[in-house]
């Protein structure tokens, strides 16, 4: 029971294992999976789910949520539309302009949440109408499609000798990036010092604000890098591009175990989650299992990976009462 | 001596919240009473007969919502899934009129309630029984009954052929519709106000652990205002059935935002403790009118989200500088 219980309260490992078991039992059960077009339509469709994840799970930790990245995502999918139809042809420019623009948008959230102190749950729901609305100002119900179609493929080219997709060498170099500040450097332990007691965290020296305001910042930047490729893959710019991408974001990164509220959770985790649920996607949707079949999986792995570890907590809470009887706040919720 | 000054002191706060109460739910009323005037001096055929009923008729629905998620908001939690739980409320009820074509109405009402209520009883009891934060554990179930609801109508559409004209009649009265969110209305602004259990909601949004200590039976509480807000999401789903007719797995996406605007932007706290269902109405109102002003106004209805999104931050931020100014005014204890 101690093994198992000691076992399961590392739900990063759990997330790798089942990850590992999809893969296993895909490849041997169900045809396709063990082909190499499958890994790159399961690369496709993480990258910007992924691209999304690495900076929200920093702001999560942290004990923030921003709600508004698939808005900031569209947004930026209508301004480089815009662009386009207005004569700005250069490609780097239009991501440059996007990537600016994202960060912009990041700024503002992140200058509501830390300059008026207003919580980010509100302040993101507000700029998740804002922006989305405002993508809908600038390109009504039109679609901007005429893009180079050699855009597109330059997007979505394989890596020479494989089949995966050149952009997520880029998701692993970002990746590991957040990684290293997260896990290796003093900001990335002000990270989880902040989640665990924001007050506690500014005692010790950590600039909350300015740590705060600056991964609203990158959350903007990540979420309109996300935006660019979202465009160039599929060659279109709409006002509704990644619609209710936010969920999808949320989800993988609390299944990856990080707390919802703050302070704890791994970036390997998320990773791992991102991959575990593009992979049963494409896996299911090869079987022919419908995709509602996927929504309520996806919504029974996200309460499964909140209440299984709470359970564990609690079970073991039971078994150690015999000598804290009577402290009843000793075991709050995580 | 000192009890003289705790109770005046007392007093002070209550008499000072309730006049930023006041001040609070006027600003709505205010805003409201400022858009119809300014639309209706543009477009005098804003309020004709046909615009109130159709405002009335737009709101009923999210309002009554509106006032579920108080219930929630204000004891510190959220509910996602309020529109999942009015998309498979609305097929059910279509599904059963289907099944049994002269079922009584009142009966079509009471099932879609109820089942409403199952489904909140599922969030509230993981929520308070394993005590795992609200958003994820809605954030799931928004996505497993939107799946059930989907595997349910597996592509099928139910027309409004296939309901009793009396129940579409009544969707599209608005004295029945009004009257039964006025009814839910009132019967949940006084029970907010005048029961012990209602006041104990606040108590246990203002501070969860003293809650506990001081003997309030927090996870029965937050239990039962999870049922009250899937009760209520149950009632919308008949009256979205009634109203519109046409049902596919589709009712209601995205609604949750929404809700949650209106609830915000009614002046209640989203972290809990304050607020009433009275400002959340209104916010409902004033959200809805905003859909049906610009038009009228003569601005593109694309400016619609975006216009919500402002409302959003402004709706906060006040709130923000009111309890900035309440806490200043405590202190100089004038």
Known sequence: MRGVVRGLSSWEAVVVIALVVVVAVGALAIEGVASPRFWRFVSLEVIPIALIALPMTLVIITGEIDLSVASVLGLTCATMGQLWVWGVTSLPLLIAAALLLGALLGAVNGLFVTGFGLPSLAVTIGTLALYRGLAYVILGDRAVADYPPEWASAAIAPIPGLTIPWMIIVVAVLAAGFGVVLHATPIGRGLYAMGNNAEAARFTGISVRRTTFWLFVATGAMSALAGVFWTLRYASARADNGNGLELAVIAAVLLGGVSIFGGRGRLAGVLAAVLLLGTLRNALQLADVPANTLTIITGSLLIVSVVGPNVVVKLRARKDRSWQRGVPWRFSPR | ?334
């Open chain 2, 1 to 334: 001596m000192t009890t003289t000054l705790a109770r005046s002191a007392s007093r002070r706060l209550r008499q000072e919240s309730s006049r930023l109460f006041v001040i609070r739910e006027l600003g709505i009323v205010a805003a409201l009473t400022l858009l119809v005037v300014v639309t209706t001096i543009v477009n005098p055929r804003f309020l004709t007969s046909q615009g109130i009923k159709d405002l009335l008729l737009g709101s009923t629905i999210l309002a009554i919502l509106a006032v579920g998620q108080t219930v929630v908001v204000i004891t510190r939690n959220v509910d996602l899934s309020a529109g999942s739980v009015l998309g498979l409320s609305a097929f059910a009820t279509g599904s059963l009129f289907v099944a049994a074509p002269g079922l009584p109405i009142p009966v079509a009402v009471v099932a879609g309630v109820l089942l409403g209520a199952a489904c909140g009883a599922v969030n509230g009891g993981l929520i308070a029984a394993v005590q795992v934060p609200s958003l994820v554990v809605t954030l799931g179930t928004l996505y497993v009954f939107r799946g059930i609801d989907y595997t349910w109508a597996s592509g099928r559409q139910i027309n409004a052929a296939d309901m009793p004209g009396a129940f579409l009649s009544m969707g599209n009265t608005t004295p029945v519709m009004t009257m039964f969110a006025i009814v839910v209305l009132v019967a949940a602004g006084y029970y907010l106000r005048a029961f012990r259990s209602g006041r104990e909601l606040y108590a246990i949004g203002s501070h969860p652990d003293a809650a506990r200590l001081a003997g309030i039976p927090v996870g029965r509480r937050v239990l039962a205002a999870f049922v009250v807000s899937g009760a209520l999401a149950g009632l919308a789903g008949v009256l979205y059935a009634a109203r519109f007719g046409t049902l596919d797995a589709n009712a209601g996406t995205g609604l949750e935002l929404n809700v949650v605007a209106a609830v915000v932007v009614g002046g209640v706290a989203i972290f809990g403790g304050s607020g009433s269902v009275y400002g959340a109405a209104i916010g409902a109102l004033l959200l809805t009118t905003i859909g049906s002003a610009l038009p009228a106004l003569g601005v593109s209805p694309f400016w619609q989200r975006a216009s919500v999104g402002a409302l959003i931050l402004a709706a906060i931020g006040l709130d923000r500088a009111l309890a900035v100014r309440l806490a200043r005014t405590l202190r100089s204890g004038r």
